[in-house]
Nanobody, 117 residues
């Protein structure tokens, strides 16, 4: 049973920062690629960032490049999303996503991020 639990969301003013965390109850966390997605009201869920299990390489959607940083701590089974320079258009529910070629894939329950102008 794969369980992902996000935390760290909240209300912040434009220009502010938040750090999201996702703790994964999975086997061999270091072998999972981890990612963050977000879903704004009335819109589809979209990709934000991912970090590879193999070499720690990262990839971001264009709208967050230079502002968001994804990282992982394999000893703590945790992936982070540091969000700086937040904008009202970053308002969304943020979801943690885990995928493994061996064990499958799973979504977290989401955490709300609201950025006020």
């Amino acid at each position: 049973q794969v369980q992902l639990v996000e935390s760290g969301g909240g209300l912040v003013q434009a220009g502010g920062s938040l750090r999201l965390s996702c703790v994964a109850s999975v086997r061999a966390f270091s072998t999972w690629t981890m990612a963050w997605f977000r879903q704004a009201p009335g819109k589809e869920r979209v990709f934000v960032a991912r970090i590879s299990w193999k070499d720690g390489s990262t990839y971001y959607t264009d709208s967050v490049k230079g502002r968001f940083t994804i990282s992982r701590d394999n000893a703590r089974n945790t992936v982070y999303l540091q969000m700086n320079g937040l904008k009202p258009e970053d308002t969304a529910v943020y979801y943690c996503y885990a995928v493994s070629g061996t064990y499958g894939r799973s979504w977290g329950q989401g955490t709300q991020v609201t950025v006020s102008s």
